[in-house]
């Protein structure tokens, strides 16, 4: 350990922290998020830097944001005076990161995710205004494996249809436990993101109530599911409104691609509508 490690804040459980101390990793990781020289890099819990030192020279913003305190001031008084460079201290799940980003240029996202809260930052990333050019998050292992799910697989549930149906989603590597300090219980994997062209006309509201109701009653058939889940608010007939998505009423969830989830989703949400405006 050097003496600028022994310095350092140490890892806080409570905020999920895990660095990623092997530096072949971490130029993987920034070879993926692949930025340009006219980008904004958004890096969201930039630790102690690991990653940061990498794309100082390679983009032509950098915007860290760190919720830790003590990591906030760390990379400040490192960096802060750095021209291209701000340090932004606070929550990324209170903040307004496309604000934090002021995206006058292509925006590209990284971060290594605390497991605790992957699915609410995941779809902060998705949702950023203008849409990220590309992200690039480091999970656990598991969670990736979900967010690339194909229909009929295990893995595949709501969070897969969530992410699928607002940006292509691929697994770029697997990351060991032992390339984490402290290390971790799990092993982690690198997913890259696209978001796509049309997400914006995707109803995320509506996809996510059909999804969850959907996955929490997976062995159901989705014409049972449709009649009986309150969460849904469905008064009609399940089966017709199936049979017209040509989507088999006896099916279930996992069969369903995301795309048909989304033309679901924005069918129930419209005879909803139907039903209040009465």
């Given at each position: 350990?050097?003496?600028?490690?022994?310095?350092?804040?140490?890892?806080k459980?409570?905020?999920?922290?895990n660095?990623?101390?092997?530096?072949?990793?971490?130029?993987?990781i920034?070879?993926?998020?692949?930025?340009?020289?006219?980008?904004?890099v958004?890096?969201?819990?930039?630790?102690?830097?690991?990653?940061?030192?990498?794309?100082?020279?390679?983009?032509?913003?950098?915007?860290?944001?760190?919720?830790?305190?003590?990591l906030?001031?760390?990379?400040?008084?490192?960096?802060?005076?750095?021209?291209?460079?701000?340090?932004?201290?606070?929550?990324a799940?209170?903040?307004?990161?496309?604000?934090?980003a002021r995206?006058?240029?292509?925006?590209?996202?990284?971060?290594?995710?605390?497991?605790?809260?992957?699915?609410?930052?995941?779809?902060?990333?998705l949702?950023?205004d203008?849409?990220a050019?590309?992200?690039?998050?480091?999970?656990?292992?598991?969670?990736?494996?979900?967010i690339?799910?194909?229909?009929?697989?295990?893995?595949?549930g709501?969070l897969?249809?969530?992410?699928q149906a607002?940006a292509?989603?691929?697994?770029?590597?697997?990351?060991?436990?032992?390339?984490?300090?402290?290390?971790?219980?799990?092993d982690s994997?690198?997913?890259?993101?696209?978001?796509?062209p049309?997400?914006?006309?995707?109803?995320?509201?509506?996809l996510?109530?059909?999804?969850?109701a959907?996955?929490?009653?997976?062995?159901?058939?989705l014409q049972?599911?449709?009649?009986?889940?309150?969460?849904l608010?469905?008064?009609?007939?399940a089966?017709?409104v199936l049979t017209d998505l040509?989507?088999?009423?006896?099916?279930?969830?996992?069969?369903?691609?995301?795309?048909?989830?989304?033309?679901?989703?924005?069918?129930?949400?419209?005879?909803?509508?139907?039903?209040?405006s009465?």
């Amino acid at each position: 350990m050097t003496r600028e490690d022994a310095t350092r804040p140490r890892a806080k459980r409570s905020l999920g922290q895990n660095f990623l101390v092997d530096p072949n990793i971490q130029r993987k990781i920034v070879d993926e998020l692949d930025p340009r020289p006219a980008d904004t890099v958004l890096e969201v819990g930039p630790g102690h830097g690991e990653l940061s030192r990498h794309l100082l020279d390679r983009c032509r913003r950098l915007v860290l944001v760190e919720k830790d305190r003590d990591l906030a001031r760390e990379l400040e008084a490192r960096w802060g005076g750095r021209p291209g460079v701000e340090v932004v201290e606070g929550d990324a799940l209170r903040l307004d990161l496309s604000a934090a980003a002021r995206p006058d240029s292509p925006v590209r996202v990284v971060s290594n995710v605390p497991y605790n809260i992957t699915s609410p930052l995941v779809f902060a990333f998705l949702g950023l205004d203008p849409a990220a050019a590309r992200i690039v998050i480091t999970v656990q292992r598991e969670v990736a494996e979900r967010i690339v799910a194909t229909p009929g697989s295990k893995a595949y549930g709501a969070l897969s249809v969530g992410i699928q149906a607002i940006a292509d989603a691929g697994l770029a590597f697997r990351v060991g436990r032992q390339a984490f300090r402290p290390v971790p219980a799990v092993d982690s994997a690198v997913v890259r993101l696209w978001p796509r062209p049309d997400a914006a006309e995707v109803d995320r509201t509506a996809l996510r109530r059909l999804t969850r109701a959907c996955f929490n009653r997976r062995r159901k058939q989705l014409q049972k599911t449709l009649r009986t889940a309150p969460e849904l608010g469905f008064e009609g007939d399940a089966a017709a409104v199936l049979t017209d998505l040509s989507i088999d009423p006896a099916a279930r969830p996992e069969s369903l691609d995301p795309v048909t989830f989304v033309a679901l989703a924005t069918r129930l949400d419209a005879l909803r509508g139907q039903v209040t405006s009465r």
